[in-house]
Every structure is written in structure tokens, then in C-alpha cells.
Nanobody, 128 residues
Framework: QVQLVESGGGLVQAGGSLRLSCAASGRIFSMYRMGWFRQAPGKVREFVAAINWSGGNTRYADSVKGRFTISRDNAKSTVYLQMNSLKPEDTDVYYC?????????????????????WGQGTQVTVSS
């Protein structure tokens, strides 16, 4: 089992920044790829960013490329999402996800069905 707890969400003005954190516990965090997704009520969960086990390979949605940065600290079992130049359309609940089946893979998946563990989500609201 993997437990994921997100933090760092909140209310920010357009153009501002937030850093989300996702602390993992349970299995060996450093072995698995991690991802961030977001979802608005009534909408499909959307891929934001993903990172492989070592942090050497990352992938971003086109909508956040150049503004968001995903990183991880395996010693702290934590993955981060630095969000800069935030826009009102970035308003969503942000979820951290872990793939605990494909250890030491360099593939970074944008597909929610390839992640078996999810956090409870943290709300990000960007005001105009």
C-alpha cells in the first residue's frame, strides 16, 4: 500500500505562484513514477505532470509547459509541483498519484489509469 497526502493548495491571484507537495508513505517511494492530475467538478481528470523514479525524466501537459515544474526528493519521499504564472483556468482540485507496479521505469505516463494510488486532493483557486 502507498499513502499519499497533498498540501500547499490555496487561493492566489493570477500571475502568482504556489508549490504543491505530496508526501508518500508505505512502500519504497523511490522506485516508482509519480504524477499530478487535476479535476474540476463534473469534468474528466486531466493530466498535469509526471516524473520517473529518479527524477531524470519528466512530462507536462501542453497547458502548463513552461509554467509548472515537477520534482521529487526521494530522501523525503515527497514529490512537488511548482506552479508559476498561474491563470484562472488553473483553478481545480489537484491530485497526486503513484504507480507502484512498474518499478524503476523511465516511462512517465500521462494516463490516470496507469496510476494505482491517489491522494485526497488539494484545492487550487486562482482569482482574476
Amino acid at each position: 500500500q502507498v499513502q499519499l497526502v497533498e498540501s500547499g493548495g490555496g487561493l492566489v491571484q493570477a500571475g502568482g505562484s504556489l508549490r504543491l507537495s505530496c508526501a508518500a508513505s508505505g512502500r519504497i517511494f523511490s522506485m516508482y513514477r509519480m504524477g499530478w492530475f487535476r479535476q474540476a467538478p463534473g469534468k474528466v481528470r486531466e493530466f498535469v505532470a509526471a516524473i520517473n523514479w529518479s527524477g531524470g525524466n519528466t512530462r507536462y501537459a501542453d497547458s502548463v509547459k513552461g509554467r509548472f515544474t515537477i520534482s521529487r526528493d526521494n530522501a523525503k519521499s515527497t514529490v512537488y509541483l511548482q506552479m508559476n504564472s498561474l491563470k484562472p483556468e488553473d483553478t481545480d482540485v489537484y491530485y497526486c498519484a503513484a504507480d507502484a507496479l512498474d518499478a524503476y521505469s523511465d516511462y512517465v505516463s500521462p494516463h490516470s489509469y496507469e496510476y494505482g494510488y491517489w491522494g485526497q486532493g488539494t484545492q487550487v483557486t486562482v482569482s482574476s
